[in-house]
């Protein structure tokens, strides 16, 4: 006897069908992003170590940090500026072998580089940022070739934050970042923000922590770096 086909069999296979079509897409669709390699600093102290990555968004302030780490301009270079609460500074070039009570903080590569203030970088704890002469002799807040800060910071009351800082409208993740993590909001629009510490922030603790003379706050012990590129997982 000839096999009469089924209308409701075929209709019983295509829901089949598109069941397992659904699944795939809503699998996707829930999938989490995958992880890419990113490029990212490895500052080393006595105390560790801190991953640093530069923002894509900073171009010429990350191109010249790279180029400082590979050409080994900051190995052997002191934290010389030390303020528990608000910010550990490096990057003279004339700190390395100073001798005791030497004044530091002016030198640098013998250029400065255009600011590229953004306002979606903020000074949160870990935030690195390009130190600069005033604005009194420097209008255009153009950063130091080298000389750079790494955001230490305070317990932020962000209340205070509603109305903006120096320009700036802060969203819910930055006002976030800040209640969780402290920082510096008073230098938010003055400053370039280039790079944050994505790994050691309890790094930043330790040389915050040391004793520092109080003139030139300059650790009374030498606190010194090497730095050296590297990769890791970023979503």
Request: aromatic content about 6%.
């Amino acid at each position: 006897m000839k096999k009469i086909h089924s209308p409701l069999r075929s209709l019983k296979h295509l829901a089949v069908a598109l069941g397992a079509v659904v699944c795939i897409v809503l699998t996707a669709a829930i999938k989490p992003p995958a992880e890419k390699k990113i490029e990212v600093v490895v500052l080393t102290t006595e105390f560790g170590d801190m991953t640093i990555r530069l923002y894509d968004e900073t171009p010429l302030h990350k191109e010249n940090f790279l180029k400082l780490v590979n050409d080994g301009f900051y190995d052997g270079v002191l934290f010389h500026r030390v303020i528990e609460n608000f910010m550990v500074q490096g990057g003279d070039p004339n700190s390395k072998n100073a001798g005791p009570g030497q004044q530091l903080g002016q030198g640098g590569p013998g250029y400065t580089i255009p600011a590229e203030i953004k306002p979606e970088f903020i000074h949160k704890k870990g935030a690195l940022a390009a130190a600069r002469q005033g604005d009194r002799v420097n209008p255009k807040k153009e950063s130091s070739g080298s000389q750079f800060y790494i955001v230490h910071g305070a317990p932020v009351d962000t209340a205070r934050l509603s109305s903006g800082g120096r320009g700036v409208n802060y969203n819910g993740e930055q006002l976030r970042a800040y209640a969780e993590l402290g920082g510096t909001p008073h230098l938010d629009g003055a400053y370039t923000v280039f790079g944050e510490v994505i790994k050691g922030l309890d790094i930043i603790d330790s040389i915050a922590a040391q004793p520092v003379d109080r003139r030139s706050n300059r650790p009374v012990e030498d606190i010194s770096m090497t730095m050296k590129t590297s990769r890791t997982k970023w979503k």
